[in-house]
């Protein structure tokens, strides 16, 4: 029997969270805010690790990482939040943009009922 892929969530972010912690304790990077930080750079891994790679993960999971790189940036004062916001804004549409490659499949939640194609189309 194979595991659960969403058991993998919890120790994951565990040890996520714990190795952020640590660095602050060691003073390698103090004064980030690891819950946030790694928080959003484990939805963006989770996404890849649930969904696989379809037209949405591939827009929300490197989204989410980006965005805490981003904040791990301003956080450190190399980069403002005036700075951090249009970046984020514009990863959404290159994003968006890869997704729309017909290479990169449609989720598999997604249902597409080809009767009713065919028969809009004889209407």
């Known amino acids: 029997m194979q595991p659960d892929k969403k058991t993998l969530l919890l120790p994951i972010l565990l040890i996520t969270v714990g190795s952020g912690w640590l660095l602050t304790v060691l003073g390698v990077a103090p004064g980030i805010d690891w819950v946030w930080t790694l928080g959003l750079a484990m939805v963006g891994f989770v996404t890849f690790v649930v969904g696989g790679i379809d037209k949405v993960t591939i827009v929300v999971g490197p989204f989410f990482i980006l965005a805490s ?7 450190t004062n190399r980069i403002s939040f005036d700075m951090e916001v249009p970046i984020l804004v514009i990863l959404s549409g290159v994003l968006l943009l890869i997704a729309r490659l017909p290479v990169i499949p449609l989720p598999k939640w997604i249902i597409i009922d080809t009767n009713l194609d065919k028969q809009s189309t004889k209407e």
Do not use: D
């Not at 790189?69 to 956080?75: D, E, F, M, P, V």
């Open 69 to 75: 790189t981003l904040s791990i940036l301003r956080q």
